[in-house]
């Protein structure tokens, strides 16, 4: 909640004139997001063991691949949705 409010009045946005809509369908997704995000690292962390030096190159790797374009694509069509955007609509977006 405070990163996206802040993200607003660092573009600008006055301080009592800020998108509350935006800030709380952003919270509602990070609050979403949140449990499955502390799934992944737990599975990452049982198949990839952080204290081994050598799964480190893998372990950013997994992030940057799979996690990412997971993540990204699931974050930009549920903004879209939850924008009043159609499935196709946030499709394209995310392509």
Known sequence: LLA?????????????EFDLRRVLR???????FGPIVCAYYSF???????L????VPYKILMD???YCATKYSMYLG?????SGKSPA???????
């Open 64 to 66: 940057q691949t799979i």
């Open 89 to 95: 609509e946030c499709v394209d977006e995310i392509k």
């Open 44 to 50: 990452s962390d049982a198949i990839l063991p952080p």
């Open 26 to 32: 952003n919270g509602a997704i990070g609050a979403f």
């Open 52 to 55: 081994d030096p050598a799964n």
């Open 78 to 82: 549920l903004v879209g949705l939850s």
């Open 4 to 16: 996206d409010y802040l993200s607003q009045i660092l573009a600008g946005v006055k301080p009592l």
